[in-house]
């Protein structure tokens, strides 16, 4: 895998920022010393600062010293980031990302310069341990810039490339998706002390078993309910169980839930 050779800025260093920064050290794209972190309080940052992360509280001057700068604040703390860090921004030099959500590659421009290459990620926490799920979107970055920052999120984790106008979508899919399977991977663990399960093999258990579950879908290319049919033994236990989590809206609620998080994504930002 070629390393990156220039410095990354990314501003506001909170969960997701530090989840990017650690998958690309550990994938290997980056060296500690080629990131440079930023968030309100450095202090927070001394851990990462210890093993040899450049680590500032100046956003501008993160973003004069570097060629990627990645956008990792809250979308209400967008605009006056983006304002911070007018100055130093220069962009025959420096290529945008920005993973917040809500966020138009415009609407960035529109707090920047026009000619700004901005493209957006929208990766998830897993990224940290490089098994992210990152979909990529711009309106105007130059192909070779697209590819560079696909190759970068691909060292952590796969990507889909996708028009700008689905990534609330992508939003709620895969990055608050997380969230939901964990929930449900908790959910299962709790079935499972009911059950007769000490809570520490419950969650053991619930977990190998999601992680086979969807190991058997990236691994032989199947659907869903082809899997489902391997495990529903005719007038069996599993189909009762299952039955009985759709009376009580288990698929309904998975979709509902997907679809407030895609309309809230949305609505996060402000443009004023
Ligand atoms: N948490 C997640 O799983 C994902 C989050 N996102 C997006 O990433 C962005 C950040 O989300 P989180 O990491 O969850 O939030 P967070 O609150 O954990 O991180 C934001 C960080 O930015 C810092 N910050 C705020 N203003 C700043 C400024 N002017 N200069 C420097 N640092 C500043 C805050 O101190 C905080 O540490 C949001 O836009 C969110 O939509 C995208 C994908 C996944
Ligand atoms: O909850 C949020 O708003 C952020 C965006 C996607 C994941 N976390």
Redesign the pocket.
């Known amino acids: 895998m070629k390393q990156f050779t220039g410095k990354i800025a990314i501003?506001?260093?909170?969960?997701?920022?530090l989840?990017l920064a650690k998958g690309l050290v550990k994938a290997g794209y980056a060296k500690p010393e080629q990131l440079i972190l930023?968030?309100?309080?450095i202090a927070?940052l001394a851990e990462f600062a210890a093993l040899g992360y450049g680590v500032d509280a100046d956003?501008a001057a993160a973003v004069a010293a570097s060629d990627i700068v990645v956008l990792?604040?809250?979308?209400q703390?967008?605009n006056?980031?983006m304002e911070?860090i007018k100055p130093a921004t220069v962009p025959a030099k420096q290529v945008f990302i920005s993973?917040?959500?809500?966020?138009s590659c415009a609407d960035i421009r529109s707090k920047s310069y026009p000619e700004l290459e901005v493209i957006r990620a929208?990766?998830?926490?897993a990224i940290a341990i490089g098994q992210s799920m990152t979909c990529v979107a711009t309106d105007n970055a130059a192909a070779e810039h697209v590819e560079e920052v696909c190759r970068m999120f691909e060292t952590v984790g796969a990507v889909v490339k996708i028009n700008e106008d689905l990534m609330t979508a992508a939003?709620a899919l895969c990055?608050c998706g997380?969230a939901f399977f964990l929930r449900a991977i908790r959910a299962a663990s709790q079935g499972g002390v009911e059950i007769g399960f000490h809570a520490d093999e419950a969650l053991k258990m619930a977990v190998q078993t999601a992680k086979g579950a969807a190991d058997l879908l990236l691994q032989m290319k199947s659907h869903p309910e082809q899997e489902i049919d391997k495990v529903t033994s005719p007038k069996g236990c599993t189909i009762a169980g299952l039955n009985e989590m759709e009376h009580n809206g288990f698929s309904s609620s998975l979709i509902k839930g997907i679809k407030l998080s895609a309309l809230k994504?949305g609505a996060?930002y402000t443009k004023e």
């Open positions: 501003l506001g260093s909170g969960n997701i920022g989840s930023t968030r309100r309080n927070n956003n990792a604040v809250l979308p703390q967008l006056q980031l911070q993973v917040a959500s809500g966020v929208m990766p998830n926490t939003t990055a997380t994504a996060l």
